[in-house]
């Protein structure tokens, strides 16, 4: 309804509604495809790595906020 700007049950038109125009034929697929960026292959190693510099990290962050609450 929004992309025709009409009433989908009586054809009338929509005051204010947008009207999209439909784009050209375009690239084909396998241009498409080869312009998509690669996903980078992220080992289960890196992973966890990655998790536990995080979790240190938080921990750190959560100790110097706290840990002057904590001393008196």
């Known amino acids: 309804m929004l992309k025709s700007g009409k009433c989908l049950y009586c054809g009338a038109p929509i005051p204010g509604a947008l009207h999209v125009v439909e784009p050209g034929p375009g ?16 080992s289960s190693r890196t992973r966890w790595i990655r998790r536990m ?5 938080a921990s750190l962050l959560v100790a110097a906020i706290m840990g002057p609450c904590m001393k008196s």
């Open 27 to 42: 690239l084909p697929p396998d241009i498409l495809l080869s312009l998509q960026p690669r996903a980078a292959e992220v």
């Open 53 to 57: 510099i995080a979790f240190g990290v």
